[in-house]
């Protein structure tokens, strides 16, 4: 009988003041936006990286969006079976805004570099 693999283990990044950006997004959302997130967020913990379209999509190399209805989570991932989730939004049009994205990218390279300098890279 084969063995279910470990869960994968969600971390939030936080910003140098501790502020969490995920946590502020999940907290302001309500109703189905709200039941939407959590359902996504307990698909990406058992899946990780198999879950596919349309309920995770590449945004560029390392960057995803978790896809609900209206929500979207960025979020990368880690080794170690570790997802870092970076940000949301409430969806309003068809592509991120540009200052969303530019957002996700600076908290993606943010959390490589604590990586890198966590395994003693440079």
Known sequence: MAETPPRWTIEEYALPG????????LLGLVQRDKRDAIALLQLIQERGNQIRPP???????????L?????????????GRRIVLLDG??????RIP?????RVRGYRQAVEAAARK???GA
């Open 18 to 25: 501790r502020e969490k950006p995920i946590l502020t997004f």
């Open 118 to 120: 966590s395994a003693g």
């Open 98 to 102: 540009q200052e969303v994205l530019k």
């Open 55 to 65: 309920h995770s999509k590449l945004v560029e190399t390392g960057l995803f969006e």
């Open 89 to 94: 939004i409430v969806k309003k049009q068809d």
């Open 67 to 79: 896809r609900g209805q209206q929500i979207r989570i960025f979020y990368m991932f880690l080794p």
